[in-house]
C-alpha cells in the first residue's frame, strides 16, 4: 500500500515557508495526523512535519518506539535550552544525506497535543534532538542551513545530483525515427 501523501524534498518551496499556527484541532487535523504516520512509517522515518507533506500548519507527528507511542505536537515553542551535543542527522526531505549537526541538548517544550491539552516536557538527546529538527520544519528551515562550511559545498554537491536523478525520466524515452529517405 502507497503512503497516504508524498514526502516534500529539498527543492520544493514549501520547505522554506513558516508554518502557520493551529487555530482548531478538528477532525481533518486528527485525520492529517493519522495519515502522517503511515507516512513517516512508510519512509521510514521517527518525526515528520505538516509542511514536509505540503501543509502549512505549526504540528508534526513523531515515534520513537521507546513505549511512549505516536506523539503529536501542536504549536510547540521551545522556551528553554542548554547544553550541546552533536548528532550525525538526517532528514526525510534529503533522502540519503546525513551530517554532524550541533544543537541544544535539553530542551524544555511547550504546545497542544491532539485533544486540545497543553503539554509542556523536558527533552534531552534523541527527543530533544528530534524536537528541534521538526521544529526547524515548522519555521521554513531545513538541516542544510545548520551545517558549517565544508559540510555546506558537500551538501550543495549531494542536493544537486538528488535533483538531477529525481529529474530524470525512470525509463529514458525511445530513440524517434527519421522520416527522411535516403536516395
Known amino acids: 500500500m502507497a503512503a497516504p501523501h508524498a514526502i516534500r524534498i529539498v527543492g520544493d518551496p ?4 513558516r508554518a502557520e ?4 484541532i ?3 487535523l486528527v485525520r492529517l495526523a493519522r495519515d502522517m504516520f503511515e507516512t513517516m512509517y512508510e519512509a521510514p522515518g521517527i518525526g515528520l512535519a505538516a509542511p514536509q507533506v505540503g501543509v502549512q500548519k505549526r504540528f508534526f507527528v ?3 518506539e521507546h513505549g511512549d507511542g505516536q506523539q503529536v505536537l501542536v504549536n510547540p515553542t521551545i522556551v528553554e535550552s542548554d547544553g550541546e551535543w552533536e548528532f550525525y542527522e538526517g532528514c526525510l526531505s534529503v533522502p540519503g544525506l546525513h551530517f554532524d549537526i550541533v544543537r541544544p541538548r535539553r530542551i524544555h517544550v511547550k504546545g497542544l497535543d491532539l485533544d486540545g491539552n497543553e503539554v509542556e516536557f523536558e527533552a534531552d538527546d534523541l ?3 528530534l524536537i528541534q529538527h521538526e521544529l526547524d520544519h515548522l519555521d521554513g528551515i531545513l538541516l542544510l542551513e545548520r551545517l558549517d562550511d565544508d559540510q555546506r ?3 550543495r554537491a549531494a542536493v544537486r545530483r538528488l535533483q538531477l536523478e529525481r529529474s530524470a525520466p525512470e525509463d529514458p524515452p525511445a530513440p524517434r525515427r527519421s522520416f527522411f529517405r535516403l536516395s
Open 153 to 155: 559545498k558537500e551538501a
Open 14 to 17: 514549501v520547505l522554506r515557508q
Open 127 to 129: 527527543l530533544g534532538r
Open 21 to 24: 499556527e493551529v487555530t482548531e
Open 62 to 64: 513523531y515515534d520513537l
Open 26 to 28: 478538528d477532525d481533518r
